[in-house]
């Protein structure tokens, strides 16, 4: 069978590059896997699995991926879509019209999992951290944005063949504004854990520190901010506290959104890189406490959560 996939793939900001890379090495070597993924891509293909590097993310992206469309044999055209798809949240809003001419290219079927449910409180909170706009603004915008979210998902769901999540909490979202003659269409399948590549057993840490990690791609509503400051006060009542903050563009992140690191009680260790495997399950294996503080509301799930679960 061949099964075309879309979906960016590391160094792309974004915890679903990961998960697309770890989902197909998993599947089965009779198919023939077909990643259409950003020309950046660091990754290889492998035995049955081939990388197509193509598109620029950005609004011109979904018009690369059917260019490649349509010089491919495919029999399931597997669509991954989070809020800024191919890296534009306009071309998530234009999802149906990509999904329609996807379909008349390849004549495969469609299935898309869609990694998150936009809601009109996560965007306007999000709008709130991200931007400077009065409020009224940002209301307006959320609910404009979120009607047109929920307008594209329900045609997105009846021209595919079936849609992915990986919650029931994800599904029960979805029945709110869909038609509930095409609910047929919604599985639940979990987003998966990762195996380690190292050794199942804690590694020994130091005992004179306890080290607290947070890891992955940052934004405001992922609780960084408020982290430090729970770090500033346990640290002044705990000796040898030492804080690791993982993942890409943290120093960014920071000036983006003037954090204030703790004073010189608590160890602060940044690494603002891509981190090899074994690399990083060295580091969560060494840590004592993993700190996920998400203040988001939105309907999705942790590639953070699942990355470590494994570690016991």
């Known amino acids: 069978m061949n099964i075309?996939?879309?979906s960016p793939t590391p160094p792309y900001?974004?915890?679903?590059?990961?998960?697309?890379l770890y989902l197909y090495s998993n599947f089965s070597k009779h198919?023939?896997?077909?990643i259409i993924t950003n020309r950046d891509s660091n990754i290889h293909g492998y035995n049955n699995i081939f990388i197509l590097k193509t598109f620029i993310p950005g609004l011109l992206a979904p018009w690369s991926c059917l260019r490649k469309?349509?010089?491919?044999?495919?029999?399931?055209?597997?669509?991954?879509v989070e809020y800024a798809f191919l890296g534009?949240?306009?071309?998530?809003?234009?999802?149906?019209?990509?999904?329609?001419?996807a379909k008349i290219l390849s004549r495969a079927k469609i299935v898309i999992t869609l990694h998150g449910v936009p809601n009109f409180?996560?965007?306007?909170?999000y709008l709130e951290w991200m931007t400077k706009f009065p409020t009224f603004i940002s209301f307006l915008l959320s609910f404009t944005y979120s009607i047109f979210s929920y307008i594209s998902i329900s045609l997105s769901c009846i021209l595919s063949n079936a849609i992915v999540v990986h919650t029931d909490l994800m599904k029960q979202a979805l029945t709110l504004f869909i038609s509930k003659r095409i609910l047929y269409k919604i599985h639940v399948i979990e987003h998966g854990s990762y195996k380690p590549t190292s050794s199942m057993e804690k590694a020994i840490s130091d005992k004179n520190t306890i080290t607290i990690l947070i890891f992955g791609y940052q934004r405001p509503s992922k609780g960084l901010k408020t982290l430090l400051k729970?770090?500033?006060?346990?640290?002044?009542?705990?000796?040898?506290l030492r804080l690791?903050?993982?993942g890409k563009k943290i120093h960014r992140f920071f000036e983006k959104n003037t954090v204030i690191l703790p004073s010189t009680h608590v160890k602060i260790e940044i690494i603002d890189k891509f981190l090899e495997e074994e690399m990083l399950d060295n580091i969560i294996s060494k840590s004592d406490i993993i700190v996920l503080p998400y203040e988001d509301m939105f309907y999705e799930v942790s590639g953070v959560l699942y990355r470590v679960a494994l570690f016991g």
Do not use: R
């Open 13 to 20: 900001n974004s915890g679903l590059s990961y998960y697309t």
């Open 69 to 80: 469309i349509s010089s491919l044999s495919i029999d399931i055209l597997h669509i991954n």
């Open 230 to 240: 729970a770090v500033e006060e346990i640290g002044l009542q705990i000796d040898g």
């Open 4 to 6: 075309v996939v879309i």
């Open 88 to 101: 534009s949240w306009l071309n998530f809003i234009l999802l149906p019209l990509f999904i329609t001419i």
């Open 31 to 34: 198919h023939i896997i077909k």
């Open 121 to 125: 409180w996560s965007l306007y909170h």
């Open 244 to 246: 690791m903050i993982v």
